[in-house]
């Protein structure tokens, strides 16, 4: 999400200005009252507000560089303030979703969209890392880059095993593990070291989105 804190100099003035004088409103009487608001909190917006008003006046009309770096510095210093006050006490409840949006604050969205599933697996290849190590390098499809995941996409699934016979359906494959960085992985025992391993991956998302389908069954040799 964009930053909601006006950056053009006039706009940042009448936003930062209004916000003050609404939480000064809502915190001296106006129903409902905001009561959760340290006057010492309060005041340091507005001091932060007048220290940004007068920097800025300096630099409507014919101005030096200097007023010009004041100007900014005192802006930023008032947004490094702005944005844990925003966090701390314009939040639900009390303050409500009409008050952000009359302060030009945005609603965080109380129903996100779903994440969509991604429609096919992982593309994958096997490398071989070293005595009883295989590494698996994932990616977004075909022309993906190295370590490249749909949208929403957390970790990829890796399921392996070792089998004399060709593995060829995913479900027969009895381990798993979570790879959240592309180079994965997977260490063998000594006595495993010649014979062959089978992969296959799923892209998973949170626990409310599930998995992917499978990707392609793939093997390679033990070193």
Same mark, same amino acid.
């Given at each position: 999400?964009?930053?909601?804190?006006?950056?053009?100099?006039?706009?940042?003035?009448?936003?930062?200005?209004?916000?003050?004088?609404?939480?000064?409103?809502?915190?001296?009487?106006?129903?409902?009252?905001?009561?959760?608001?340290?006057?010492?909190?309060? @005041?340091?917006?507005?001091?932060?507000?007048?220290?940004?008003?007068?920097? +800025?006046?300096? @630099?409507?009309?014919?101005? @030096?560089?200097?007023?010009?770096?004041?100007?900014?510095?005192?802006?930023?210093?008032?947004?490094?303030?702005?944005? !844990?006050?925003?966090?701390?006490?314009?939040?639900?409840?009390?303050?409500?979703?009409?008050?952000?949006?009359?302060?030009?604050?945005?609603?965080?969205?109380?129903?996100?969209?779903?994440?969509?599933?991604?429609?096919?697996?992982?593309?994958?290849?096997?490398?071989?890392? /070293?005595?009883?190590?295989?590494?698996?390098?994932?990616?977004? /499809?075909? @022309? /993906?880059?190295?370590?490249?995941? !749909?949208?929403?996409?957390?970790?990829?699934?890796? +399921?392996?095993?070792?089998?004399?016979?060709?593995?060829?359906?995913?479900?027969?494959? !009895?381990?798993?593990?979570?790879?959240?960085?592309?180079?994965?992985?997977?260490?063998?025992?000594?006595?495993?070291?010649?014979?062959?391993?089978?992969?296959?991956?799923?892209?998973?998302?949170?626990?409310?989105?599930?998995?992917?389908?499978?990707?392609?069954?793939?093997?390679?040799?033990?070193?």
């Amino acid at each position: 999400m964009a930053d909601y804190v006006p950056d053009n100099d006039a706009e940042f003035d009448d936003w930062f200005k209004f916000m003050n004088q609404y939480v000064t409103l809502k915190c001296t009487g106006a129903a409902p009252e905001w009561t959760h608001i340290p006057p010492a909190a309060r @005041t340091i917006q507005t001091d932060a507000y007048a220290a940004w008003y007068t920097a +800025y006046g300096r @630099t409507t009309g014919p101005h @030096t560089q200097v007023d010009t770096a004041a100007k900014n510095a005192a802006k930023q210093a008032a947004k490094a303030l702005i944005h !844990p006050f925003v966090n701390q006490y314009l939040r639900f409840p009390p303050v409500t979703n009409e008050d952000r949006l009359a302060m030009k604050i945005p609603n965080h969205d109380s129903h996100p969209s779903p994440i969509p599933v991604p429609g096919r697996g992982p593309v994958f290849s096997i490398v071989q890392m /070293g005595p009883g190590m295989l590494g698996i390098i994932y990616r977004n /499809g075909e @022309t /993906g880059k190295k370590g490249s995941k !749909p949208r929403g996409v957390v970790a990829v699934r890796v +399921y392996y095993g070792v089998s004399d016979e060709p593995v060829t359906d995913q479900e027969r494959l !009895p381990a798993s593990q979570k790879a959240t960085k592309c180079g994965h992985v997977t260490r063998f025992r000594a006595a495993d070291r010649g014979k062959r391993a089978y992969f296959a991956c799923k892209w998973e998302l949170s626990k409310e989105d599930g998995e992917s389908p499978w990707s392609e069954i793939q093997s390679e040799i033990i070193p």
